[in-house]
């Protein structure tokens, strides 16, 4: 006798089987004909058979559980959640496309006075859009720089943080400047000056050469910066 089989009943009609569902652990009755054809072996219906074979599985897109059957190794809910997975791989694969795109590719020295040029003549025609005034906007500049800015804010309101002066050597930004006396102040932090005076004088002359003065403090003058200045 097969092991599915708990029970035969005999009858008028002929035999029959008493099974037991392997999902639901219900009893139910096949008859002989059906058994032999193959019918209702394991489960008492078509929707124990199907709950049966499923298994409950996280959506790796959205993180809802679902049900699939248990050989299909399925990973999403739906088609959207694929979707939302192709347009990610297509992300991901244009980055690095362009992250990548330099590589093996090295720009010859006419190539970046090209670059240098387009970029400072860019920068010369829209100097608010250097990243230097963009992060000055946003409060990125040092504390004395922005207490020594607004000291001087206080007895000159036309005075301007970054402010951009065009020289023979390129736009330059003076950290605090004054247009109607044409002064700017340069605040010489040690972290960014210190070993750095050689490149300094060489800015501070060419902004001189477009008749500006030039003043320069450091961390002990420049809460003094209004004596020098009148």
Not at 41 to 50: D, L, Q, R, T
Request: glycine fraction near 4%.
């Amino acid at each position: 006798m097969d092991n599915y089989i708990i029970k035969v009943n005999k009858s008028n009609y002929g035999f029959s089987y008493i099974l037991k569902c392997f999902n639901c652990n219900k009893e139910f009755k096949v008859g002989k004909m059906s058994y032999d054809k193959g019918r209702y072996k394991k489960y008492c219906s078509m929707k124990c058979k199907v709950e049966e074979r499923n298994e409950i599985i996280e959506c790796l897109i959205c993180k809802k559980e679902f049900k699939a059957i248990k050989s299909s190794k399925a990973k999403y809910c739906s088609i959207k959640c694929v979707g939302i997975l192709h347009k990610r791989k297509k992300t991901i694969e244009h980055r690095q496309k362009i992250a990548n795109s330099h590589i093996g590719i090295r720009p010859n020295k006419d190539t970046k006075l090209k670059q240098s040029k387009i970029r400072t003549d860019f920068y010369e025609k829209y100097p608010e859009r250097h990243p230097n005034i963009i992060m000055s906007k946003k409060g990125f500049i040092s504390k004395p720089q922005k207490e020594m800015f607004e000291i001087i804010k206080g007895v000159y309101p036309d005075s301007e943080l970054e402010y951009p002066i065009k020289t023979d050597f390129g736009l330059k930004f003076a950290d605090v400047a004054i247009p109607s006396l044409r002064i700017v102040c340069e605040y010489d932090g040690s972290y960014w000056h210190n070993g750095n005076e050689k490149n300094d004088l060489i800015r501070q002359k060419a902004i001189e050469n477009k008749n500006w003065t030039v003043l320069r403090f450091n961390e002990k003058s420049y809460k003094d910066c209004l004596s020098l200045i009148r």
